[in-house]
């Protein structure tokens, strides 16, 4: 087998390693059971470690996952500030970021000796915005484990707002929801309800008990969804006016050659990825002969996102749905920033380069409130 470009680390690898190595990559479709099992283990284990900081002195949820992540909160308003305003906007200016206030979907961070551009997208600040614009009153998270971005989200929202909104965190597995129902039991005036929920037999009904105005959010939980079916939007749709976010490692999706080859689950294209996978493509692959090679040296993070869906088996659909959505004028898309951030901005220990995220919000064009169901609510999907 030849290795084209690479490092002479992967050189060096025997060619018994890669074999083996790439006789393991299959085009996965990645099942509920699949998933199930997998955040089985991963929700307990996380119980087990709200229990390692719950502590006797009654840490609220907030605390409770910063020191579970050993996290710190981000910081707002920085560019309002008439201290350090000058200083700060000059380096937007020069990193060609867009300033405007604290709506600039990017800081300015330090790392090292050198300032960085970092975005500031994240579900739970979409949810602030427009909680305190009195848009939304209701949020719900999708595939939501245990529900850490609404605990945070709760924690962002502005006093009085947050007592006013209710959070709904739907998740598939028992595990995430019981994780779910630790973290709120130290947020007593918080509004907070668990959800079985399912993608592929979704039923929100529960939402329709009186008249509300929506967020849907998701983060990295479609991404667990091979072929998200079409059920899942019509199930959103049926919330006149709703507001939702994604942020989901989807960005590859718009990479036409990535998307074709994932559609036709080309094993020798992700083959070729997966003997190169770098964060740093090196010069043999920019000038490399070989078109695939070069189009990865240019385009590496789609390519390497592309190659964690196909290896995992994670979404393939979600930016072709929205965009079938959108022509037929049913939804518009508001924001699509492809690539914003590695995994999740919350917890920096757990990111993944491979594993993208791209941020998207789109809102339900047809207007009204939260159709309010006549007879009986409806009952939840059961999960495992
Ligand atoms: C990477 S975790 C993300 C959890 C949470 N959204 C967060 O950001 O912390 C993926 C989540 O998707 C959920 N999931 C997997 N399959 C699902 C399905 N068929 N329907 C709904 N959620 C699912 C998992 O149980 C898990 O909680």
Redesign the pocket.
């Known amino acids: 087998m030849t290795i084209i470009g690479g490092t002479t680390l992967l050189i060096a690898n025997s060619l018994s390693n890669q074999t083996l190595a790439y006789s393991m990559l299959q085009n996965k479709n990645r099942s509920?059971k699949d998933?199930?099992t997998?955040?089985r283990k991963?929700?307990a284990a996380k119980i087990r470690r709200i229990h390692r900081f719950f502590g006797p002195d009654r840490a609220d949820s907030l605390h409770i996952l910063n020191l579970i992540s050993a996290d710190s909160n981000l910081r707002y308003g920085l560019l309002n500030d008439p201290t350090v305003g000058v200083e700060v906007r000059k380096a937007f200016d020069a990193l060609e970021l867009p300033q405007r206030g604290i709506d600039t979907r990017h800081r300015v961070v330090a790392c090292g000796e050198s300032y960085i551009p970092s975005p500031l997208m994240h579900v739970a600040i979409t949810a602030k915005r427009l909680v305190e614009a009195g848009e939304v009153n209701t949020i719900v998270?999708?595939?939501?484990?245990?529900?850490?971005?609404l605990f945070r989200c709760y924690h962002l929202i502005d006093w009085p707002f947050r007592q006013s909104v209710e959070f709904f965190g739907?998740?598939?597995?028992e595990k995430?929801r019981e994780a779910a129902e630790l973290l709120a039991s130290r947020e007593p005036e918080m509004q907070f309800t668990g959800y079985p929920?399912?993608?592929?037999k979704p039923d929100l009904d529960f939402l329709k008990d009186r008249p509300r105005k929506i967020m849907f959010f998701?983060?990295?939980?479609i991404?667990?969804?091979t072929t998200l079916p079409d059920v899942f939007f019509e199930t959103l749709l049926q919330f006149p006016g709703c507001h939702v976010a994604h942020?989901e490692p989807v960005g590859w999706q718009a990479h036409p050659l990535v998307a074709k080859a994932r559609r036709t689950g080309d094993k020798a294209f992700f083959e070729k990825i997966r003997s190169n996978l770098t964060l740093l493509p090196t010069w043999k692959e920019r000038y490399s002969f070989d078109p695939v090679l070069r189009a990865y040296a240019r385009t590496p993070v789609s390519f390497n996102s592309g190659f964690w869906s196909f290896s995992k088996g994670y979404n393939t659909n979600l930016l072709e749905q929205l965009n079938t959505l959108k022509a037929a004028k049913r939804i518009q898309i508001s924001t699509l920033e492809i690539h914003h951030a590695p995994g999740?901005l919350f917890?920096p220990a757990a990111v993944n380069p491979f594993n993208a995220s791209t941020f998207i919000e789109w809102n339900n064009l047809s207007s009204a409130v939260t159709p309010v169901a006549t007879e009986g609510t409806g009952t939840s999907t059961p999960?495992p």
């Open positions: 509920e998933a199930a997998e955040y991963t929700w998270e999708l595939g939501s484990g245990s529900s850490d971005n739907c998740e598939f597995t995430g929920f399912n993608y592929y998701s983060n990295h939980s991404e667990q969804i942020n999740n917890v999960a």
